[in-house]
């Protein structure tokens, strides 16, 4: 069965960094046939698409606000999707969820919170 778990999430400064890993498992093929994405979704919004490495290996932050500061990588041999976040800001506060599209379907993790804050 299909499973995205994130970890990495917690309390960061203002201006501090946070790394977010994904690990999938159950995934014909590993994430290497994949597009990956992160997304947010902070109280009372809408859940906000961040960045998206695809299966040919291109990697694209969405917000502007992120640009610059969050970056998005793979690593195929271990199932494994990164969002490295520098210089965070209290509105980055959020629910920070990873996904995977397949030609089928696509695919949630439960989501972990990052909190911003002095």
């Known amino acids: 069965q299909e499973q995205l778990v994130e970890s990495g999430g917690g309390l960061a400064q203002p201006g501090g960094s946070l790394r977010l890993s994904c690990t999938a498992s159950?995934?014909?093929?590993?994430?290497?046939?994949?597009?990956m994405s992160w997304y947010r979704q902070a109280p009372g919004l809408k859940r906000e698409l961040v960045a998206t490495?695809?299966?040919?290996?291109?990697?694209?932050n969405y917000p502007r606000s992120v640009q610059g500061r969050f970056t998005i990588s793979r690593d195929n041999a271990n199932n494994t999707v990164y969002l490295q976040m520098n210089n965070l800001k209290p509105e980055d506060t959020a629910v920070y969820f990873c996904?995977?599209?397949?030609?089928?379907?696509?695919?949630w993790g439960k989501g972990i919170q990052v909190t911003v804050s002095s």
């Open positions: 490495h695809t299966k040919f290996g291109h990697a694209v």
């Open positions: 996904s995977a599209i397949t030609d089928a379907s696509t695919y």
């Open positions: 159950g995934f014909t093929g590993g994430i290497s046939v994949l597009t």
